[in-house]
């Protein structure tokens, strides 16, 4: 398998994202997860920027020691010297220089011709690399630069003596095919491009980041920048968990390794999230708060059976805990059943089917049914059953008494429990009462099963 070089570039492109600003500890309790997490690079600053920025990849290099140890710098004398000052007490130090390259850049940021910014480039890189032997050149928003002169540019950097270049689509403007085809075309066009990594760095702006990354890597780029939890400028940059992950699970289809540890993912994830207070969105992809959770019954009844019918990979894998079966309205008899097994109370399949009645209506009403809630619906049924059972059409609300949520706590359960432990948190836990009404008789087996696909 073709090893992958993982640039993670969560400290200097994803802390440009709003809200997730991070001074210097933060940045180096960061770093040492990242190291934790095996990353080959990390992009620690960007050392003029900032005296922050300068110390955070200062206080990083000295003490963080495996991977290597980027700080960004524009093409100039100024950056590249004060970036290489940072790197100063770095193992593996690595000077990562830009500058764009397309029309529209140079005509209305840089205001430079073509021809100064070829000079510029080999001006910088010349520079850089009398500093320092480690050195990556980005030919800033190259997706939207003519592809002849990008070559033009890369082969240039090349000579002057870049040994990784960097191909990125700054404004997320690609697709994967197109992606695809410039890697491809770099590859047969640039002399010396054989001996320099190829590396790629994606926006997310049409949510293609990752996809664009995976179809570089297809065609021969051997890095790729990424970032933790996907933050970066606007739509944020590739996802790191999502790369790595995909080639982990479909070796198949993407037969590359990387030296990631998965199982630190998810806790690099909650660190970032703890770090910068931006919380990660649900449904994100491997490390969202229902990325591993099931509601739907006919879901949860496989999940139950064999985790593989829903699972492509266990929740372990990238360090969540447990998978989670929600209990809402979607779910079905065999997770209740288990769930109030797990609570103390069996019951038969008559039993069962009432008490899943009243749970259908209360899900309905406060869409994630807790344990406490379980266990009030179920005391409430006890007390309840004579004349619930005598008196089905009759809707009786029965008043709850909220502090008595508090006093009933999960147990530790055992079998299917470490499945069932972590319960969703709901909005739930204020309501005062819910009706017992009952539901029509037609809800039958067949039910558990409408929730699919
Ligand atoms: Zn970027």
């Not at 140079?106 to 050195?135: N, W």
């Not at 990125?168 to 197109?178: A, C, F, L, S």
């Not at 933050?231 to 982990?248: C, D, F, K, P, T």
Request: aromatic share 4%; charged share 25%; proline share 5%.
């Amino acid at each position: 398998m073709e090893r992958i070089t993982i640039s993670d570039t969560t400290l200097r492109d994803g802390e440009q994202s709003p809200g997730c600003s991070m001074n210097v500890p933060e940045k180096l309790r960061m770093a040492h997860h990242l190291d934790r997490l095996g990353v080959d690079v990390i992009e620690a600053g960007f050392p003029v920027a900032s005296e922050g920025d300068f110390a955070a990849v200062q206080s990083i290099a000295a003490v963080v020691r495996r991977p290597i140890i980027a700080g960004l710098a524009r093409a100039c004398s100024k950056d590249i010297e004060r970036a290489w000052q940072a790197l100063q007490g770095a193992a593996r130090p690595r000077i990562h220089v830009f500058l764009a390259t397309s029309d529209i850049h140079l005509k209305y940021k840089l205001r430079i011709s073509r021809q100064q910014c070829l000079e510029q480039a080999i001006e910088a890189i010349r520079l850089a690399k009398s500093l320092c032997d480690d050195v990556e050149f980005s030919p800033e928003d190259a997706t939207r630069t003519d592809p002849e002169f990008l070559c033009q540019v890369v082969e240039a950097v090349v000579a002057a003596g870049a040994t990784t270049v960097n191909i990125p689509d700054t404004v997320g403007y690609t697709t994967p095919v197109e992606f695809g085809e410039l890697i491809c075309l770099i590859r047969e066009n640039v002399r010396g491009i054989e001996d320099v990594t190829i590396s790629a760095h994606c926006h997310d702006d049409l949510g293609l980041a990752v996809a664009n990354s995976l179809a570089a890597i297809a065609a021969g780029a051997r890095q790729v920048e990424c970032t933790i939890n996907g933050i970066g400028e606007r739509a944020g940059n590739a996802s790191l968990e999502e790369i790595v992950m995909a080639m982990r699970v479909r070796p198949d289809r993407l037969a590359y390794e990387t030296e990631i540890v998965s199982e630190e993912l998810f806790p690099a994830s909650q660190m970032l999230s703890e770090i910068t207070g931006v919380a990660v969105q649900p449904n994100k992809a491997i490390i969202g708060r229902n990325a591993f959770a099931h509601e739907a019954g006919i879901h949860q009844d496989g999940m139950l059976k064999n985790p593989l019918t829903y699972e492509i990979m266990t929740p372990q894998s990238v360090g969540v805990p447990d998978s989670k079966l929600v209990l809402g309205k979607h779910s079905g008899r065999h997770a209740l059943g288990l769930r109030c097994e797990q609570l103390g109370h069996q019951f038969d399949r008559h039993q069962l089917d009432e008490v899943y009645r009243h749970f259908v209506v209360l899900a309905d009403q406060i869409k994630h049914v807790e344990d406490v809630h379980l266990l009030e619906l179920i005391s409430a049924i006890q007390k309840d059953r004579p004349a619930a059972a005598d008196d089905r059409a009759q809707v009786k609300s029965i008043p709850l008494d909220v502090p008595a949520f508090a006093a009933a706590r999960p147990d530790s359960g055992h079998g299917h429990s470490k499945l069932l432990r972590s319960m969703s948190v709901s909005s739930g836990a204020g309501l005062a009462s819910f009706p017992l009404n009952s539901m029509p008789e037609h809800h039958g087996d067949q039910e558990d099963y409408l929730w699919g696909v």
